[in-house]
């Protein structure tokens, strides 16, 4: 039976990376898109019912964790009720609250949370205000000493971690390792790249033994590949948002994530893409923010063949043949996504003979020439990115005269 993980190339097994992986058993996908990271993008906030059907269906497609409160420092009475509604919906998945004081700690215990992330800047670069080292860390032992006292599962997160000298980092984790429950590090500007990522676990881990996150932001396009990096490094727990939402460029990806890490770390998660495509056109509806077309996983053309004859013509004998799956980047099924046969200005032969073929319609080649001619014609007048649907292609075939010439 094919799976994701037999997707992968036979190269990558022979990197370096991969030969000394320490690939936890059991990895978990923790998504941030209803905690202020994902309101973080600028101009986007959520209403209640919108925060309640989208943990709904990010509960649905198997998500292990989700956040469902931040804002940081001043939640709202709006973003209150919404988290204890979700609470009160008893999901399968846990669920927390991303925090920066006192009160908003006591805030996720009445609440019903159990588990919290205390964020705190550790980059000592950018203390202002003559903000001392000593006071971060007392500062940090005392709303972890909070949390505990309250019952509450945490964990630590040091923001911007990944510029933080490695002299405080140390002395950070080293104080606060016996309070905290696991340690999140922060990519809070998206500076690093997977060979970073894989050296900063290593030396994180020389300091604790504690479970390590990364929360990976994207600015420079690297978040995925630094969530498999941290995966295959040891780190079993990966901050992600549905369609990337957060902050400047965003976060990970949680549905490119979860593919990624399947194909190349070899691990299921046992997430339902059929639900995660349904969480990312919800959330693209609610925000109005439009998934561009060819995006990894959910993008409407990102199984989309392209229309250029030679490739159409290789993947139409490819069909023919019963491997059209051995021509595809991914086998669109696996990640709950369909195959496209593009239809656009370039239509050409095959196309039109592939995409009738595959509805029940069977012409010759000849007259499926013609008819792409009529379509390139027809679609001429078309600005911008314009694909065919499969059901305007059936109907402008009726409407022809060489249906008209089938039927006798």
């Known amino acids: 039976m094919t799976d994701l993980k037999s997707l992968d190339s036979p190269f990558n097994k022979k990197a370096r990376q991969y030969k000394k992986r320490r690939t936890p058993n059991q990895i978990e996908i923790y998504d941030l898109t209803l905690e202020a990271d994902g309101e973080e993008m600028a101009g986007l906030r959520f209403k209640h019912q ?220 046992g997430i339902d893409f059929n639900k995660l495509q349904e969480a990312s056109k919800k959330v693209s509806t609610i925000t109005g923010i439009t998934v561009p077309p060819g995006k990894p996983i959910t993008g409407r053309a990102a199984f989309a063949v392209p229309e250029t004859e030679e490739i159409q013509q290789f993947m139409y004998n490819l069909q023919l043949e019963g491997r059209f799956n051995d021509g595809m980047p991914l086998i669109p099924h696996l990640v709950g996504a369909e195959k496209i046969f593009s239809i656009g200005r370039k239509c050409n032969p095959y196309t039109v003979l592939f995409n009738l073929n595959e509805n029940g319609y069977q012409i010759k080649f000849e007259t499926a020439a013609k008819l792409a001619t009529e379509i390139r014609r027809h679609l001429s007048s078309k600005k911008g990115y314009y694909l065919m649907e499969i059901d305007e292609l059936i109907e402008f075939y009726k409407k022809s005269n060489h249906y008209r010439d089938c039927q006798h």
């Not at 919404?82 to 805030?107: H, N």
């Open 50 to 269: 919108d925060r309640v059907e989208i943990a709904k269906t990010l509960d649905q497609a198997g998500i292990h964790r989700m956040a469902i409160i931040g804002n940081s420092p001043t939640p709202t009475r709006g973003d209150i009720n919404s988290a204890e509604k979700i609470v009160e919906l008893e999901l399968k998945a846990r669920t927390s609250g991303f925090v920066k004081t006192k009160d908003e700690i006591t805030i996720c215990q009445k609440i019903g949370i159990k588990d919290i992330v205390i964020l705190v800047g550790v980059n000592d670069a950018t203390f202002t205000g003559g903000q001392r080292k000593s006071k971060v860390l007392d500062s940090s032992k005392d709303l972890i000493c909070h949390a505990k006292n309250l019952d509450l599962h945490v964990t630590f997160m040091g923001m911007d971690t990944t510029r933080a000298s490695p002299k405080f980092l140390k002395q950070v984790i080293s104080e606060l390792e016996p309070l905290f429950d696991e340690y999140a590090i922060g990519d809070s500007l998206g500076r690093m790249t997977p060979y970073g990522i894989q050296y900063l676990v290593d030396l994180i881990s020389s300091w604790t033994s504690k479970p390590l996150q990364l929360h990976p932001h994207n600015t420079m396009s690297m978040a995925t590949a630094n969530c498999l990096s941290a995966v295959l490094s040891g780190v079993p727990i990966i901050h992600s948002s549905i369609n990337g939402l957060g902050e400047f460029s965003g976060l990970a990806a949680t549905e490119e994530c979860i593919a990624a890490i399947e194909v190349h770390a070899g691990v299921a998660l």
